[in-house]
């Protein structure tokens, strides 16, 4: 080895420890997605980046000595590493066969957990089976897990406490989410690190009960060393508290989050050092408070699935701690407690009344809910299973044509990251009661299912057998090893695994556990290498102690030491004291770190920077930058060393491998990087829309579609856009169908000034509109979206241009149908462009379809009484009617809502319909819809004062209601109370949007002109 190759082994070794920082802790709130497809891509781009370095290495490496020349497992793991490449060459093979081979690959747009992200799981943990030999390194990589998870509960506390300083849209105190973002992925990557840190607690603990008490003297000569670390510990946390705080003070200060975040890793590495170690009895402290910390935000994340995997993961760990210490007694003890716990969490499920009272509790209550399977979350679930049973039953071909590998999808599965996409045809009704209905399930909430699903038979039995064979292996190793701290290690592992196994078979694989998942299997693996020396600081500490000769050194050999004797060996690395080794040379770590905060103190003082892609690229760059200071950190601690050790190998490796790398990878990099830049920019746009700035949104999206031409989601968005400025805009005197003889294609839309894009007429922008939901479908025939936002433009281009469009609307509503038959969305969408057509009997039928579906569907039964309204059939037009309203109170707000009660009034119903409204008022006393629609019926009859009453009631419920200040003010005016409306109307002025302003001032003009008094 030379110093060069021990640099780039360094490195790699950093790019894991980055690794397993970003994935639980980081997200970027400038993108759209925020949380998992950012950590997936940051996962990406350091497996890229870590397996370059590794190659390096490998090139550096002298004498022949392959990466795992100290390998003394005896092929114990080979069946392990066999699994590994079966699962992978599955997901190859399914991305292959998928239904959708791109989306397989790159992952769809809300999880990007395709092969792409697979691979870099992979990546990194052959890197680790070639490169961890040490148990230094494990104690490292234990250490940054457990120090990365403080700032994580930490955030979780703090939001339960209502202090977070970030705007989510949710409720993020009910159930914490921290840097997560659901409250089940934080409680299921917690989970897997608790033991952990009880391995560590444990630890300190019988250290505390073996060691003699220090004296006062040992206290006092410990104290720099125990505030150092505390210093360490609160200048690591203020990075993130930094960015979190101090983020609503500039719109540039997030760009910092990736060099904070090597910031943080690179002042880990003092913790995994050690000189003179600190009193024991500051590592029960220390780790018992971080347990503590843990615990308490997975309580308080109300996530029953992870508190029962934590369960499961704790009784694992006091039973290994029993069996393996031969403590009878302990083992009695936690079976003593498990029973019990385990009979009451059944008996707290099982029907009886009287428990009820139970389930109301605030967290706890929620235990006695996890067999309800109609209602809730088990409901939800229940209906996802069902659909995919039926999925793998039925095998139904996804999309508009017939699926030539149908027989296969047993085995192979439908691809990775397309469950949502093949899972169209067996949608289940009833899940749009309990979520979005325009949502289609992307994971089952039950691992093995997933991989089913995705993968098929065989992707389950390659997963299966890594998990048995890599349980397996920890036990034969747990016995094997005869340290305390490996053992300790190995049930720390083992527990973690457990827990996460049994969570997720109710819940979801996220980028974190998986990653967690992958390295843990391969610290199962390398046990007898990092077990066979005891816990010196390295070889460079294991040179200064015993000087060798440097050719030994140089062939990459280590001197080894005597085994430490059990229960005598030292603190594992974690809140180790500072060594000064690991700051030789000190001015790195501290000028990267000093760098960084100066950086984002700049980034806080700056203008807004529009350049999102370039902003990335640089704290990207900065974060390697960071990887390469904790590799020069880690590689030259001692002059013996450095001494030793060959500067390089010599010859063109060190010069041309790493430009010739950089050039490779590059492209990569910017691949990487291009898809959460694309999705800044997609998130500006959607911001600049909401506020009414058109142009500003265009051009964002055409930014983001530049970056990733082939995302199908930002087409969605970005027609979107153009078909509200079409609505917005009159129709041109010329002949409105010629603009769709000459459509723009897509790409020409991505490259024309935005300023002319938004400011085109309405029938450009309909062709523009057709051009880019055209784009999104062929990207992605398999999704319904396309062909119904396709259907929704022709028959708005058919109501208001050309009739003819309402037949494309038909046809390709009823594609959209055959891709997702079970969709009432799809299918009230149809009635509708029947309705438009004037076939109110096929409209009929298509809403009868729909009802069946659907009986809950309040949209359903108000497009039903529309239907019944044109064909005059009065009696059930106001049944449907009165049944919409008692489901949903704003079901009949749509355009034309006032015309259609004209109808109703001209047709001499009035009254009937008022009586409706009356009783919905009193069944939805607090829905605004209601009262202004109610007081609007009453007004049309002539009831102006009982119309007033309902419009009061609407301003109370909404004070900022324009419209229902303008109501009072026109009912006050009819009744003659002409300085009560003038003031209302001046409310309904102060409210308006812009484009009422005007209307606004002129109608109150007119009330102050009515109240002038007359000479």
């Known amino acids: 080895m030379t110093q060069l190759g021990r640099f780039y082994e360094r490195v790699v070794e950093m790019g894991w420890l980055m690794a397993i920082a970003a994935t639980p802790i980081y997200f970027n709130i400038y993108s759209s997605r925020v949380f998992e497809p950012d950590k997936a891509t940051i996962l990406r781009s350091v ?17 022949g000595q392959s990466a795992a020349g100290d390998d003394q497992q005896g092929g114990l793991h080979r069946p392990l590493m066999v699994s590994a490449l079966a699962l992978a060459g599955v997901q190859i093979l399914a991305t292959i066969t998928s239904i959708a081979p791109p989306i397989s690959w790159w992952g769809s747009y809300m999880r990007l957990q395709g092969a792409y992200t697979f691979l870099a799981y992979f990546t990194l943990f052959l890197i680790m089976l070639a490169s961890l030999r040490r ?118 200060v997030w760009w910092g989050a990736l060099p904070a975040l090597a910031s943080f890793v690179v002042l880990c590495l003092p913790f995994t050092r050690q000189s003179k170690p600190l009193p024991p009895l500051v590592g029960v402290l220390s780790y018992g408070l971080l347990s503590a910390l843990q615990v308490l935000a997975i309580f308080l994340t109300q996530s029953r699935g992870p508190w029962i995997g934590l369960a499961a993961g704790l009784v694992c760990f006091v039973a290994l701690l029993a069996l393996r210490g031969r403590r009878r007694q302990l083992l009695k003890g936690a079976v003593g407690v498990a029973i019990p716990l385990a009979l009451l969490l059944v008996i707290v499920n099982l029907p009886i009344p009287q428990l009820d009272s139970f389930r109301q509790l605030p967290y706890v209550g929620r235990l006695g809910t996890l067999t309800e399977l109609e209602s809730g979350t088990g409901k939800v679930r229940s ?22 590998l149908a027989a296969l999808r047993p085995l192979v599965g439908y691809g990775p990251d397309v469950m949502a996409l093949a899972s169209n045809k067996v949608y289940q009704p009833g899940l749009a009661q309990l979520e979005a209905r325009n949502a289609s399930p992307d994971r089952n909430h039950l691992n093995l299912l997933d991989h089913l699903i995705m993968t098929g038979a065989l992707g389950l039995a390659a997963y299966l057998a890594i998990v048995v064979l890599g349980l397996r292996l920890a036990w034969v190793y747990l016995w094997k090893a005869d340290q305390w701290h490996s053992q300790l290690v190995l049930i720390g592992i083992i527990s973690g695994l457990a827990a996460h196994l049994v969570e997720s078979q109710v819940g979801i694989v996220i980028v974190a556990t998986w990653t967690y998942f992958w390295m843990y299997l391969a610290i199962i693996a390398r046990t007898p290498a990092w077990t066979a020396e005891p816990a010196l600081a390295g070889v460079a500490q294991a040179v200064a102690l015993q000087p060798a000769p440097a050719t030994v050194i140089a062939s990459g050999r280590r001197r080894k030491g005597r085994r430490t004797p059990t229960g005598t060996e030292p603190e594992p690395a974690a809140l180790a004291s500072t060594s000064n080794d690991i700051f030789s040379p000190w001015y790195w770590p501290a000028s990267y770190v000093g760098l960084s905060i100066f950086g984002v103190i700049l980034l806080l003082a700056a203008r807004p920077i529009e350049d999102a892609s370039l902003l990335y690229a640089l704290s990207y760059a900065w974060a390697v930058v960071g990887i390469l200071v904790g590799g020069i950190t880690m590689s030259g601690t001692t002059a013996s060393l450095r001494r030793a050790l060959p500067a390089w190998s010599g010859g063109w490796v060190p010069v041309l491998a790493p430009v010739l790398l950089l050039l490779v990878l590059t492209p990569i990099t910017l691949k990487n990087l291009s898809v959460v830049t694309a999705d800044v920019y997609y998130k500006r746009g959607t911001g600049a829309e909401a506020m009414g700035r058109m142009d500003l949104a265009v051009l964002n999206y055409q930014k983001a579609l530049l970056l990733e031409p082939d995302q199908d989601w930002y087409y969605i968005f970005f027609g979107r856009t153009l078909l509200t400025l079409a609505e917005q805009r009159p129709p041109q005197a010329a002949n409105p169908a010629s603009a769709a003889s000459v459509p723009l294609a897509a790409d020409q839309i991505l490259t024309l000034d935005a300023r002319a894009v938004s400011a085109m007429p309405r029938e450009e922008l309909l062709g523009a509109t057709h051009a880019l939901f055209d784009r999104a479908r062929q990207l992605n025939p398999l999704n319904p979206d396309h062909y119904a936002n396709l259907g929704r433009l022709y028959r708005f281009w058919g109501e208001t241009a050309d009739r003819k469009y309402l037949d494309d609307s038909v046809r390709l509503l009823d594609e959209a149908i055959t891709v997702s038959p079970r969709s009432t969305l799809l299918r009230n969408d149809l009635a509708r462009t029947y309705m438009s057509r004037g076939e109110f009997d096929q409209a009929l039928k298509v809403l009868e379809e729909s009802r069946q579906l659907d009986p809950t569907f309040a949209s359903t039964y108000a497009l039903l009484g529309y239907a019944y309204q044109e064909l005059q059939m009065w009696d059930q037009a106001l049944a449907s009617h009165d049944r919409a309203l008692e489901i949903d109170p704003s079901s009949l707000m749509e355009s034309g809502a006032e015309q259609r009660i004209v109808k109703y009034i001209e047709a001499g119903k009035g009254e009937e319909l008022a009586q409706i409204l009356r009783r919905a008022a009193e069944k939805h006393p607090t829905s605004t819809v209601v009262h202004s629609t109610y007081g609007f019926v009453l007004s049309r009859l002539g009831k102006t004062q009982e119309a007033l009453d309902q419009y009061r009631i609407n301003v109370e419920l909404a004070p900022k209601d324009w419209v229902g200040h303008r109501n009072m003010a026109i009912s006050y005016q009819q009744l003659g109370m002409l300085p009560e409306a003038l003031a209302s109307a001046q409310l309904a002025l102060q409210y308006a949007p812009d484009n009422q302003k005007k209307p606004m001032q002129d109608f109150v003009a007119s009330i102050q002109a009515a109240a002038r008094p007359h000479n």
């Open 135 to 252: 148990r230094e390194q494990v104690d490292r990589l234990i250490t940054v897990a457990l120090l990365v998870s403080a700032p994580i509960s930490l955030y979780g506390i703090v939001q339960f406490l209502h202090k977070d300083p970030l705007p989510w849209g949710g409720d993020v105190a009910a159930r914490v989410t921290s840097s997560l973002g659901n409250a089940i992925f934080l409680a299921a990557y917690l989970i897997m690190v608790v033991p952990l840190t009880l391995t560590r607690w444990v630890e300190s603990l019988r250290r505390w009960q073996r060691t003699p008490p220090p004296t006062a003297a040992a206290w006092e000569a410990s104290v720099p060393s125990l505030l150092g670390r505390v210093g360490l510990v609160l200048l690591m946390n203020l990075f993130p508290a930094f960015l979190l705080i101090l983020n609503g003070r500039s719109p540039n």
């Open 383 to 404: 209906l996802i299973w069902q659909g995919s049973l039926e999925l793998l039953r039925e095998r139904p071909a996804p999309g508009l044509q017939p699926d030539a």
């Open 47 to 63: 497996a890229v980046f870590t397996a370059a370095a590794f190659l390096l290495a490998q090139l550096e490496r002298r004498g």
